[in-house]
């Protein structure tokens, strides 16, 4: 296997000093353009790639110009256009996203802040698992800048971009209310996640505002996954007095509760009505048109990304928490 071009092999090939290559890396000093141009071709041509560690050891700022985003689910179109929102704004300041995955596993999320902070990130953008997720405290603790997104966490002064979870699905279950349904069907999300609680709030405050009594057996409780939103919509639809319309509190529970009723042979919205929290891909173009709570995710992201930089640059500025508002999409499925 052939040796990787090291720096000095760089700067033999570019004819300039070892010092004058380092500056080009990492942008500082007076160089000549012509020269600057040379080095660059060089690196190019014989595929030197600098040492990440070695370089921020270099840098007069310590920084690695890199940023860690972990995500629970990427197959998720919020969390997929939440990441692009921080790649962008990465992008455009220089530096470059690590991008994991941990699929609302503990252990796994546990196991990719190990790998970022190994990796030197300048900081990490995540939704913590639950709100009192240990590993991410520890993480915390030790310094490293972290923005939280999506969900928050109970203990810490941390910067963190929300949506206002509560005033999304307030706003759908009242849409549903308004149509005439009586019986409205929850599919929601762990209660140990501030999403799933808040969107909870909107759903009691909206029945408590139409005068109307929870029902418990109308309530069921996923992971934000495709597989639980079939099972329990199939759950909520096998009652012998069953829902006439569903709330579901995530994008891809929404597509796994649609599997459960286009099984069964059901009409929307005639049979069953349905609502979703999270734009789905082609939702406009369903037969009929899903309704949903649209989330700005790529704000999100952008504002998680542009917060995390101002962190790294002032360590220790006061917290800031930002809550983005989300749209109620009526179309044709309730």
């Known amino acids: 296997m052939p040796k990787s071009p090291s720096l000095i092999d760089v700067a033999r090939r570019a004819k300039v000093n070892i010092s004058t290559v380092s500056r080009v890396l990492n ?15 060089v690196m190019r041509e014989t595929g030197y790639k600098p040492n990440r560690v070695a370089r921020r050891l270099r840098t007069t700022d310590g920084t690695s110009h890199l940023l860690g985003l972990i995500i629970p689910n990427i197959q998720n179109i919020f969390f997929a256009d939440l990441a692009r929102g921080v790649e962008d704004v990465a992008y455009s300041n220089n530096f470059a996203v690590l991008l994991c995955n941990y699929d609302e596993d503990e252990a796994r999320e546990r196991f990719y802040l190990d790998v970022m902070q190994s990796e030197s990130v300048d900081g990490i953008i995540l939704p913590p698992i639950h709100e009192h997720d240990p590993a991410v405290m520890q993480v915390v603790k030790s310094g490293l800048p972290v923005v939280c997104v999506d969900r928050s966490l109970a203990a810490g002064n941390l910067d963190k971009v929300e949506v206002d979870n509560h005033r999304g699905a307030l706003e759908a279950v009242n849409h549903i209310i308004a149509q005439g349904h009586r019986r409205i069907g929850l599919i929601g999300g762990p ?14 405050d909206a029945h408590a505002a139409a005068g109307l009594a929870v029902k418990t057996e109308l309530m069921r409780f996923g992971d934000y996954k495709q597989g639980s939103g079939q099972v329990l919509a199939n759950e909520l639809l096998s009652l012998s007095d069953p829902p006439t319309a569903l709330f579901v509190c995530n994008g891809l529970m929404t597509a796994g509760a649609l599997e459960a009723i286009a099984s069964r042979g059901l009409r929307i919205p005639k049979q069953v009505a349905i609502v979703g929290f999270d734009e789905m891909p082609l939702a406009s173009v369903f ?41 109620l999409m009526v179309r044709k499925s309730c």
């Open 27 to 41: 942008g500082t000093g007076k160089i000549g353009e012509e020269t600057r141009a040379r080095v660059l071709k």
């Open 191 to 204: 209660a140990d996640s501030s999403t799933g609680r808040e969107r909870l709030r909107g759903y009691k």
């Open 287 to 327: 037969n009929p048109p899903l309704t949903v709570v649209r989330q700005p995710a790529y704000e999100v992201g952008k504002c998680a990304a542009e917060l995390l930089l101002k962190r790294i640059e002032d360590p220790n500025r006061p917290a800031t928490s930002l809550r983005l508002v989300p749209d």
